[in-house]
């Protein structure tokens, strides 16, 4: 199956700092992907959907400008949390999908997450 | 907007009995429903899908029907064991592939 990583897995900063989460197609390229955050005993909530080369496509609620996603390449997008407050407390998860590419199966693909923590 | 209702949030189980999980969707153009599980703290799996051109769709011990006309779906576990215990969750989405809009999610627990 495909693989998708996230970097880092947890981070913990201060309120006011600007946190930066990778995400990683490792064995596919992606033209698009999809960031998530999931509180606690809670759902999936979609929060973007990530495009190379272009801008990414916000759901409805989500500040643009509060969470940065940046898709830079095929196989990378980044999700930047800017002046973070406790309340961004939470589980981000990314997804890709090897779409277009022959033989591959077209389901989302998850990263294995990574949990911030703003004090 | 599109919505995905999942019922129930919590489900209990004795090791061998059946276990259902329903949802429905309210955007009309959905055609790809997956149903993934996720273990504490784990990224989600899928576990299978069915589109909008079949109604029912098995796999082993899980299986998934689909009414179209109704807009809802179930997921259907036999034969339970305990390390199906985990957090299910529903979504419809357009095409495999594209945006995918999740329900609340199931906590199934299966009692030896």
């Known amino acids: 199956g495909a693989v998708v990583s996230q970097h880092p897995s947890w981070v913990i900063c201060k309120s006011g700092t600007s946190v930066k989460i990778e995400c990683r197609s490792l064995?596919?390229?992606?033209?698009?992907m999809f960031w998530y955050r999931q509180f606690p005993k809670q759902s999936l909530m979609l929060m973007a959907t990530s495009n190379e080369g272009s801008k990414a496509t916000y759901e409805q609620g989500v500040e643009k400008d509060k969470f940065l996603i940046n898709h830079a390449s095929l196989t990378l997008s980044t999700l930047t949390v800017t002046s973070a407050h406790p309340e961004d407390s939470s589980f981000y998860i990314c997804?890709?999908?090897?779409?277009?590419?022959?033989?591959?199966?077209?389901?989302?693909?998850f990263g294995p997450g990574t949990r911030l923590t703003v004090t | 907007g599109e919505n995905v209702e999942q019922h129930p949030s919590t489900l209990s189980v004795q090791e061998g009995d059946s276990a259902v999980i329903k949802c429905t969707y309210s955007d009309s153009a959905s055609n790809y429903f997956p149903w993934y599980k996720q273990e504490l703290g784990k990224r989600p799996q899928l576990i299978i899908d069915i589109r909008s051109n079949v109604g029912e769709k098995k796999d082993q011990r899980i299986a998934v029907t689909l009414n179209k006309t109704a807009k809802h779906f179930s997921l259907h576990i036999t034969e339970t064991q305990p390390e199906d215990s985990a957090v299910y969750f529903c979504a419809a989405g357009y095409n495999q592939g594209g945006k995918l809009i999740f329900g609340q999610g199931t906590e199934l627990s299966v009692k030896p």
């Open positions: 997804s890709a999908t090897p779409y277009g590419q022959k033989g591959r199966n077209l389901e989302q693909y």
């Open positions: 064995d596919f390229q992606a033209t698009t």
